[in-house]
């Protein structure tokens, strides 16, 4: 008779239990430490068993994936649970509102047990490797945008007319004349070298003349050597994170070539985002098709109605990958300046009067499709062949990003 054991995962101490096919506990719920003595007790415990059991756990942080390493290379199948499954489990269940770590093993092992939960594939290793390097990138370029944030905070304070100098702050000749002004080298000849080197030749003396009148008649507080210090250390960070992206860049592009070469070739779908997206995705073989995948994203559309209460439109589910879900948000809004399938069905949406949020969610959901089948079959995208693609989402349940 099949067994069931239901691992609570946590970040120092898992909890373990075992059930038999019918939810009766045959080993009591029990803590094993995240290390390597604590990892192989519980294999140990688990072939006291005979090796009949099928393991389930929660895909708590990154604290999963050490067990799972243990428990995969022990030669047990291992289903790593959506947490929205095992909720849904405990409201069903006869275990009131306690909520302990004895508890939630036994969910999940519960969960396991009744939804027949497959197991979980061994992740591919370029693809896990592509995963890590899109999530740190998304963490270097949130540390990126928040000392551009601070900067322009700075300014604020000490020079509010310097926005007025330059269209875009963070160009090559604004950064240079920052350098200057966060080191007190605010001299006219030297300012005028770094300009038209840093400009390319478009800015020079007459530019450095306008600067310095700006900085002398401007009404901010004086820029005393805290400030600057900030100034000076936030421009030290941008370089940082600016050369830490650059690199991450390089070897997610590398990997993407091995993962889904063929992604950068759709429509507002360049190579970093295509990085995220297949990083996101995985092994793309695991969903039976692309509505499975759609739901994966969170894009499918939900519908609430109670009694005599009907909405109008309905809203995406935002369950599963929000970084999916973003990325390709992000995809869909560019598909839009090109002249593609996505545009011509954004614009057949807004012509029966939805919302551009409602149309962005489709056209996401519309090149998801795309997206599967590229990534099953390897090959490049192409206008003729794939504006079936997705064809029957275009009637689906309208959705609001919420």
Same mark, same amino acid.
């Given at each position: 008779?099949e067994?069931?054991?239901?691992?609570?995962?946590?970040?120092?101490?898992?909890? +373990?239990?075992?059930?038999?096919?019918?939810?009766?506990? *045959?080993?009591?719920?029990? !803590?094993?430490? &995240?290390?390597?003595? %604590?990892?192989?007790r519980?294999?140990?415990?688990?072939?006291?068993?005979?090796? /009949?059991?099928?393991?389930? +756990?929660? #895909?708590t942080?990154?604290?999963?994936?050490?067990?799972?390493?243990?428990?995969?290379?022990?030669?047990? !199948?291992?289903s790593?649970? &959506?947490? $929205?499954?095992?909720?849904?489990?405990?409201?069903?269940?006869?275990?009131?509102?306690?909520?302990?770590?004895?508890?939630?093993?036994?969910?999940v092992?519960?969960?396991?047990?009744?939804?027949? *939960?497959?197991?979980?594939?061994?992740?591919?290793?370029?693809?896990?490797? =592509?995963?890590?390097?899109?999530?740190?990138?998304?963490?270097?370029?949130?540390?990126?945008?928040?000392?551009k944030?601070? *900067?322009?905070?700075?300014?604020?304070?000490?020079?509010?007319?310097?926005?007025?100098?330059?269209? &875009? @702050?963070?160009?090559?000749? #604004? @950064?240079?004349?920052?350098?200057?002004?966060?080191?007190?080298?605010?001299?006219?000849?030297?300012?005028?070298?770094?300009l038209?080197?840093?400009?390319?030749?478009?800015y020079?003396?007459?530019?450095?003349?306008? $600067?310095?009148?700006?900085?002398?008649?401007?009404?901010?507080?004086p820029?005393?050597?805290? =400030?600057?210090?900030?100034?000076?250390?936030?421009? /030290?960070?941008?370089?940082?994170?600016?050369?830490?992206?650059?690199?991450?860049?390089?070897?997610? /592009?590398? @990997?993407?070539?091995?993962?889904?070469?063929?992604?950068?070739?759709?429509?507002?779908?360049?190579r970093?985002?295509?990085a995220?997206?297949a990083?996101?995705v995985?092994? $793309?073989?695991?969903?039976?098709?692309?509505?499975?995948?759609?739901?994966?994203?969170?894009?499918?559309?939900?519908?609430?109605?109670?009694?005599?209460?009907?909405?109008?439109?309905?809203? *995406?589910s935002?369950?599963?990958?929000?970084? @999916?879900?973003? #990325?390709?948000?992000?995809?869909?809004?560019?598909?839009?300046?090109?002249?593609?399938?996505?545009?011509?069905?954004?614009?057949?949406?807004?012509?029966? %009067?939805?919302s551009?949020?409602?149309?962005?969610?489709?056209?996401?959901?519309?090149?998801?499709?795309?997206?599967?089948?590229?990534?099953?079959?390897?090959?490049?995208?192409?206008?003729?062949?794939?504006?079936?693609?997705?064809?029957?989402?275009?009637?689906? #349940?309208? $959705?609001?990003?919420?």
């Open positions: 008779m067994k069931y054991a239901g691992i609570d995962i946590a970040k120092k101490v898992h909890w +373990m239990c075992v059930t038999d096919g019918e939810g009766r506990l *045959i080993m009591e719920p029990r !803590p094993y430490g &995240n290390d390597s003595e %604590g990892l192989s519980m294999v140990a415990d688990l072939d006291l068993y005979g090796g /009949d059991v099928a393991v389930g +756990m929660e #895909s942080g990154c604290y999963w994936r050490s067990c799972y390493k243990v428990l995969a290379e022990g030669g047990y !199948p291992v790593v649970i &959506n947490p $929205v499954k095992t909720c849904s489990e405990r409201k069903q269940g006869n275990l009131g509102r306690a909520k302990t770590d004895r508890v939630d093993c036994l969910v092992a519960d969960t396991l047990r009744k939804q027949g *939960i497959a197991p979980t594939p061994p992740p591919d290793a370029d693809a896990a490797q =592509l995963r890590d390097l899109c999530r740190f990138r998304r963490t270097v370029s949130e540390s990126l945008s928040r000392a944030i601070q *900067i322009v905070a700075l300014l604020d304070q000490v020079w509010p007319e310097y926005p007025r100098l330059f269209g &875009n @702050l963070f160009c090559g000749a #604004s @950064l240079a004349v920052l350098r200057r002004f966060a080191v007190g080298d605010m001299g006219a000849d030297g300012l005028a070298s770094d038209l080197s840093a400009s390319r030749n478009r020079g003396a007459a530019k450095a003349v306008e $600067v310095l009148d700006s900085l002398r008649e401007t009404c901010g507080v820029a005393t050597d805290a =400030l600057l210090l900030q100034l000076r250390l936030l421009l /030290d960070q941008l370089d940082f994170c600016a050369s830490q992206l650059s690199e991450v860049d390089a070897e997610a /592009d590398a @990997l993407l070539d091995a993962v889904a070469p063929t992604l950068p070739t759709v429509p507002g779908i360049g970093a985002t295509a995220q997206i990083a996101e995985g092994d $793309v073989t695991r969903f039976r098709d692309a509505k499975a995948l759609v739901a994966y994203a969170g894009l499918d559309p939900t519908r609430r109605q109670s009694g005599g209460f009907d909405p109008d439109k309905n809203r *995406i935002k369950r599963g990958s929000a970084h @999916l879900r973003r #990325s390709l948000y992000i995809a869909a809004q560019a598909s839009l300046r090109a002249d593609c399938e996505f545009r011509d069905f954004y614009d057949r949406l807004r012509g029966r %009067g939805y551009h949020r409602y149309a962005v969610c489709a056209v996401a959901r519309k090149m998801l499709c795309v997206v599967w089948a590229l990534m099953r079959s390897g090959e490049e995208y192409s206008r003729e062949r794939h504006a079936a693609r997705g064809k029957a989402l275009e009637g689906a #349940s309208p $959705v609001d990003a919420g």
